[in-house]
């Protein structure tokens, strides 16, 4: 089945930088890849998500890039701010078929002021 | 998106005894998951449940531990049997909305003791 493997579990940066989460996957039938936003006793909130016909989306100040040939997806957050902190996942599945998500481990973003 | 509800929000029980989760959509939809998330972790797929049909249950995670109703395309609900403080965790349904898209439940918080 599905890996989905996300780095780094935790990162700090300074509001107004810049922030970057990776994830690799493993099975090269995925097709679909969201990222879930999760704050403290919240549920999971879909930030934004990529399909493997396109390379890179953006929403405002949140990108993500696909590689399928490295088989990796990566969030770009630009201009933190304190209120980016949380819980980032990112997942994978195939869209389609079955469309289970399978999720990484998580990223605890810290934004500081 | 679609707007989910789940009851009850969180729970306090005793180990040997079961917990049924409900999960309601305001609208139709085909696909409904369950995932367990433990204190600090990621979310993992227990089942796909389908309408009309058993559920499709995830390695590791079985029927009898975790029955799961599907009776209609707005509602699911899961049961967590035979407790033990090892089922600690929050319950989280989801719902694939427009364009396979998915969104989350607030959660089912639970604690076993």
């Known amino acids: 089945g599905e890996n989905v493997e996300q780095h780094p579990s935790t990162l700090s940066v300074q509001e107004g930088d810049s922030a970057v989460i990776k994830c690799t996957y493993s099975d090269s039938a995925s097709n679909y890849f969201p990222w879930y936003k999760q704050e403290l006793g919240k549920r999971p909130q879909l930030i934004i998500d990529?399909?493997?016909?396109?390379g890179e989306k953006k929403d405002q100040r949140i990108a993500v890039t696909l590689n399928k040939t490295a088989k990796h997806f990566s969030l770009h957050i630009t201009e933190t701010q304190p209120e980016d902190s949380a819980v980032y996942f990112c997942?994978?599945?195939?869209?389609?078929?079955?469309?289970?998500?399978?999720f990484g481990s998580g990223t605890q973003l810290t934004v500081l002021p | 998106s679609a707007v989910i509800s789940q009851k009850p929000s969180r729970d306090i029980c005793q180990r040997g005894t079961s917990l049924t989760i409900q999960c309601q959509v305001d609208?139709?939809?085909?696909?409904m998951f369950w995932y367990r998330q433990q204190p600090g972790q990621s979310l993992t797929l227990i089942a796909t449940?389908?309408?009309?049909?058993?559920?499709?249950?995830e390695s590791g995670f079985v029927i009898d531990k975790f029955p799961i109703s599907r009776p209609n395309l707005t509602f699911s609900t899961l049961t967590v049997s035979n407790m033990s403080p090892e089922d600690s965790s929050i319950y989280l349904c989801s719902v694939e909305a427009n364009q396979e898209t998915q969104y989350f439940g607030p959660g089912t918080r639970l604690l076993v003791l």
């Open positions: 609208s139709q939809v085909t696909m």
């Open positions: 990529i399909r493997s016909n396109v």
């Open positions: 449940a389908n309408q009309g049909s058993e559920a499709t249950y």
């Open positions: 997942a994978a599945s195939v869209r389609g078929s079955a469309r289970q998500l399978t």
